[in-house]
């Protein structure tokens, strides 16, 4: 199975034996892409989430919480991993292991198709952003911004914001509290 990793990622994948001849492997990977992956890692909260995507079906499995320690055992995870997503999605274990025992083991190679590299990022990005990553705020981050808008506008207490909830124009809310306080709980509002 190829393993096609992005460069920051190279040093996560160094116990595992790379390809001989690049060219010759990006070829095999191209023409056989069902046992070909790409794969990068992203950092959400201090925890390394490794993200993996299969070359035919652009499948996604995650490998959370890895440590240096686990670097030594990523084709084990991957393979608990991929069998579990394809069980919960009705595939036969037998067609599971076969699939495993035919891809073979894992050979390291750097990506191949820039294609499925920018795919790869777009779904590490939406998955960074899902999880609270950098990229956005926390519900705790969120519900503290939007009591701070309650304590500062004092409008929140009103009932009429909810009944009129789709109603809300801007002209009326400046009216009703102060300017900073409006930006304040527009910027709240859009976080």
Known sequence: MFINVTAKAQKIFRKYPTVKDQDKAKKEALANPIYSWHASYFTTQRHKMLCFMNDASHFCIMLPNITAADYGHLQEKFDHQLSLLLRRSGV???????????????????????????????????????????????????????????????????PELFEKANEWKQPEADKKMSKKAHLHLQNSIQQ
């Open 92 to 158: 036969d274990q037998k067609q599971i292991d076969h699939y495993l025992k035919e891809a073979g083991a894992w050979e390291i190679n750097k990506t191949v198709n820039r294609q499925l590299l920018g795919r790869l990022t777009q779904t590490i990005r939406e998955a960074k952003y899902m999880m609270g990553g950098s990229s956005r705020q926390t519900l705790a981050n969120l519900a503290n911004l939007l009591k701070r808008a309650d304590k500062s506008a004092n409008y929140f207490a009103s």
